[in-house]
């Protein structure tokens, strides 16, 4: 028996469009196979039933010591190791508490001072002498040796100061 050639004349329900509306998707529910019967709204009861918080296993901390890439000095972690990462310690992992971040609409404030610009896909940033110019489209710096360099500002991941 189809769907579009059902009566509902047989069925024990009231004849109202929510009563058939339910009785329609308790026959698709029952015609689908098991997995799409969970994507099926269940009736709504009178008595709410909380379901138990699903818990995921706690992840194992493991302490390890390891090397600064930068200062040369011993610490311990309990980060999970990285492959491409090298390790630093806290304080050479700590952002420099002097640098301010220089976004289009406030290069202008700090023109006239040095700036560090990062570039995606360059490990190492640039160091500017002074920025001449940050807009939507692109970044102009006076580089070290003096040369005005333009980059695109769709690559500039930050410029400090």
């Not at 994507?39 to 699903?54: G, L, T, W």
């Not at 011993?74 to 050479?92: F, G, H, I, Q, S």
């Not at 976004?103 to 920025?131: L, M, N």
């Amino acid at each position: 028996m189809t769907t579009a050639r059902f009566s509902h004349s047989q069925c024990p329900h009231p004849s109202t469009k929510a009563a058939r509306a339910k009785c329609r998707a308790a026959l698709r529910a029952a015609a689908a196979p098991a997995n799409e019967a969970l994507k099926v709204k269940a009736a709504k009861s009178p008595v709410a039933v909380a379901a138990a918080p699903e818990t995921a296993p706690a992840p194992v901390v493991v302490a390890r010591e390891e090397t600064c890439t930068k200062c040369g000095e011993a610490y311990v972690t309990t980060a999970p190791e990285a492959v491409d990462v090298d390790p630093l310690c806290d304080p050479c992992a700590a952002p420099a508490e002097s640098a301010v971040e220089i976004t289009p609409e406030t290069w202008r404030e700090h023109k006239d001072q040095s700036a560090r610009i990062y570039v995606a896909g360059v490990e190492e940033p640039f160091e500017a002498v002074c920025i001449t110019g940050y807009s939507i489209k692109f970044l102009q710096f006076t580089d070290a040796e003096g040369k005005r360099q333009r980059i695109p500002a769709s690559t500039v991941e930050r410029v400090t100061v």
